[in-house]
């Protein structure tokens, strides 16, 4: 006998056309529907068991915080993605820092890390390429990470992996160190363009995808189903070769941003091996936010203060290099203008 459901408060209509629209018109699974994390499977190399579809990486990052106990301890880069300490404090928890340093690339340290596991800690935060400063750990740095993780089994390490495709120096092949317990969190929004449609995945042990998946449903129920459509269709349509092609494009924008921001002697920045975007040390003494406002509201070009990402060692801008080719010269140009136009004095190159 099939169970009717009168538990669900959801208007169900009788009619459909076919399976996209009962799809659309339901509550979906949990874990995401079947043929989507099928696909993810077959993309990841990696069993479906494992795959647990979410509302954007932004909820798979949240749903894997909310497995973690209240007031546990949470290892947490800096510079960091916003979102970051905002979600481990709204799920309680305690967040200490390790930070990332220009002088090591904004790569994270062994020894550092090693030091701050010798209290406890429930979690490390990891996020490669890292959002706001494209970077990536090297092998060495990687094995010694891997060799600290290895002495703590029990700590979860949850890798956000949003950038993972956008690698332009070096290989994208290892982005995280390999750890018994970890969460790898991705999202369909960058690299097929799908970001208002709020479709992300999480890569885990199977016992730790259903703990997320469940934790998930409590945040925001079923992930969204259109979404997970449209997710669904771009991974049958042989997204390599796209892929390729907009990887070089960005990497060809990286390049041509950084001929223009090189022409400004007031910023000082290395070429990001990944990601998105420029970051950029300001000398002469202004406050980044400050700074960030007048960009917007003088030189007509929006930037992000390093303040937004934690950065606490001198002011710095985070500036997208992944926007139309038609924007780019222009948004780059006025930048690097406005910067050496600005009243603040020029402080000297690093």
């Known amino acids: 006998m099939r169970p009717i459901d009168l538990g669900l408060g959801h208007l169900r209509l009788d009619g459909a056309a076919g399976p996209a629209e009962a799809l659309v018109g339901e509550y979906g699974p949990a874990q995401g529907v079947d043929a989507l994390r099928d696909a993810v499977a077959e993309w990841e190399r990696t069993p479906r068991e494992g795959v647990a579809v979410t509302t954007g990486a932004s909820l798979g990052l949240a749903a894997t915080l909310a497995t973690l106990p209240r007031g546990a301890r949470l290892l947490c880069p800096r510079p960091y993605y916003p979102a970051y300490p905002r979600l481990a404090e709204a799920f309680g928890l305690e967040v200490a820092f390790y930070p990332l340093r220009a002088e090591d690339g904004w790569r994270p340290d062994p020894d550092e890390i090693a030091r701050l596991l010798r209290r406890p800690a429930a979690a ?188 606490a060692d001198g002011a710095y801008l985070r500036a997208s290099f992944a926007v139309p080719p038609a924007e780019l010269t222009e948004g780059f140009e006025r930048l690097a203008a406005f910067l050496e136009a600005d009243a603040s004095p020029p402080g000297p190159r690093r």
């Open 124 to 311: 490390v935060l990891w996020n490669a390429p890292a959002n706001p400063t494209g970077a990536v750990c090297d092998a060495a740095r990687m094995e010694a990470i891997g060799e600290t993780f290895t002495r703590h089994p029990d700590l979860l390490l949850i890798s956000d992996e949003v950038y993972a495709h956008f690698v332009y120096d070096g290989s994208p092949a290892a982005l995280h160190p390999r750890h018994a317990r970890t969460v790898r969190v991705r999202s369909f929004s960058k690299v097929f363009g799908l970001a208002g449609e709020r479709v992300g995945y999480v890569l885990a042990e199977p016992g730790e995808a259903d703990a997320i998946s469940r934790a998930h449903w409590m945040l925001a129920m079923s992930p969204p189903a259109t979404g997970q459509l449209r997710a669904l269709a771009a991974l049958r349509s042989d997204p390599g070769p796209r892929l390729a092609a907009l990887v070089s494009r960005l990497c060809a924008q990286r390049d041509a941003a950084a001929a223009i921001l090189r022409r400004c002697a007031r910023v000082s920045f290395a070429s990001p091996p990944a990601g998105f975007f420029h970051w950029l040390r300001v000398g002469g003494g202004a406050r980044d936010d400050a700074l960030a406002e007048r960009c917007a509201t003088r030189g007509g070009v929006h930037v992000l203060a390093g303040t937004a990402f934690g950065a």
